[in-house]
C-alpha cells in the first residue's frame, strides 16, 4: 500500500471518515441533540411574537435569509442586532426586542443559515458569522448585538472581523447571554456524545480550523473580547446546563470591559423570556444611548 504523505493508510483512514461524518453531523441543526423534543410547540409559540416585525428576505454569500426589524412608534435612538442560537430562531429572541423596541431601540432579528426560515439545512459558525456581517450591513446601521449561546459567539466573530470575514463590524457594546468561552470544550463534548476516538476528534476539528482560517483552541471568547475591546454584558444563569456558569466568570476575569450578571433558575434556555435578564440587558445598552 502506498503510505506516502499525500496518501492516507487504511488506520488513517477509518478516523478521516469518522471526522467527516461528525462534520456533517455536527453542522446539520435539525440533527443536533441540543434541539428540545418540544422544538416545534415552541417555535409556534414564539412566531405568534413577530406580527409585530417587518419581515424581509435578504439574499446574501451564505444563502437566502429571513430577517425581522421591529421598529419603535417614536424615532429610534439606535438600533441592536439580536442573534439566536443552535437550533433557535429569531422568534427566540422576541423577548429582548419587544423590550427594546418600546424603550426607542430598534432591533434587528435574523434566522441563521439553515435555521428557522432561512435556506439551508448544514452551516457553521463561521457562515453564521458572515450572515450576521451581511444583515449588519443591509439593515444597519446597528450600533448594538446581542447573542445567545452560539449566537453570541457569531457576533463576536462578526466584531473581530478577522479573515475570511472582509472586515470588523464595529457593534459598540454587547450582550452575550449564555455565551460558551472555548469553542474547543462544545466540539470536545460533542466528539463524546457521538462516541469520537482521538484520532476522529481530531480530523473532525481540523474540517472546523479548515473553515475559521484558525486553530479551534484559538476560538475562545476571551480572546475574541480582548481584540474587540467594547463594553459587553455576560447574563448567565449559575444553574445552565449547557454552557456553565464557570465560561463567563472566566471571560470577565480576562477581559476588563466584560461584566458578569449572574441568574438564578433559568438554565441556558428559559434566560431569553425572562424579565430580568431581558431588563438588565435594556438597562445596560441605554448607557451607551
Known amino acids: 500500500m502506498n503510505t506516502s504523505p499525500l496518501t492516507l493508510t487504511e488506520h488513517d483512514y477509518l478516523p478521516e471518515v469518522a471526522g467527516a461524518r461528525a462534520f456533517w ?5 435539525k440533527l443536533s441533540e441540543c434541539r428540545s423534543e418540544d422544538h416545534e410547540r415552541l417555535v409556534a409559540r414564539a412566531r405568534f411574537h413577530l406580527r409585530s416585525a417587518r ?15 421591529f421598529e419603535p412608534q417614536e424615532r429610534h435612538t439606535a438600533s441592536a442586532l439580536l442573534v439566536h442560537g443552535w437550533t433557535g430562531e429569531a422568534a427566540f429572541m422576541c423577548a ?22 432561512s435556506a439551508g439545512h448544514q452551516t457553521n459558525l463561521m457562515d453564521c458569522a458572515q450572515a450576521v456581517h451581511e444583515v449588519a450591513h443591509a439593515l444597519g446601521p446597528v450600533r448594538f448585538a446581542i447573542g445567545h449561546s452560539i449566537g453570541g459567539l457569531a457576533v463576536l466573530v462578526a466584531g473581530e472581523g478577522r479573515r475570511p470575514l472582509p472586515h470588523p463590524i464595529p457593534f459598540e457594546a454587547y450582550v452575550l447571554v449564555a455565551v460558551p468561552d472555548r469553542f474547543a470544550d462544545v466540539t470536545r463534548r460533542f466528539g463524546d456524545d457521538q462516541g469520537l476516538s482521538p484520532a476522529a476528534l481530531g480530523a473532525f476539528e481540523r474540517r472546523l480550523e479548515r473553515l475559521a482560517q484558525r486553530k479551534i ?25 449547557e454552557v456553565p456558569f464557570a465560561d463567563a466568570q472566566r471571560m470577565a476575569a480576562a477581559v476588563a470591559t466584560a461584566h458578569v450578571h449572574a441568574l438564578d ?19 445596560f445598552l441605554a448607557r451607551f444611548s
Open 96 to 117: 429582548f426586542a419587544d423590550y427594546l423596541c418600546r424603550r426607542g431601540v430598534r432591533s434587528v432579528l435574523l434566522d441563521l443559515p439553515a435555521h428557522g426560515q
Open 265 to 283: 433558575g433559568l438554565g441556558h434556555r428559559a434566560i431569553l423570556y425572562a424579565p430580568p435578564a431581558v431588563r438588565a440587558a435594556a438597562a
Open 25 to 29: 453531523r455536527f453542522c446539520t441543526p
Open 55 to 69: 419581515s424581509q428576505r435578504l439574499t446574501t454569500s451564505v444563502g437566502e435569509l429571513q430577517t425581522y426589524v
Open 217 to 241: 483552541a484559538d476560538f475562545t471568547g476571551s480572546n475574541f473580547l480582548t481584540a474587540i475591546d467594547r463594553p459587553s454584558l455576560l447574563l448567565h444563569a449559575r444553574d445552565d446546563q
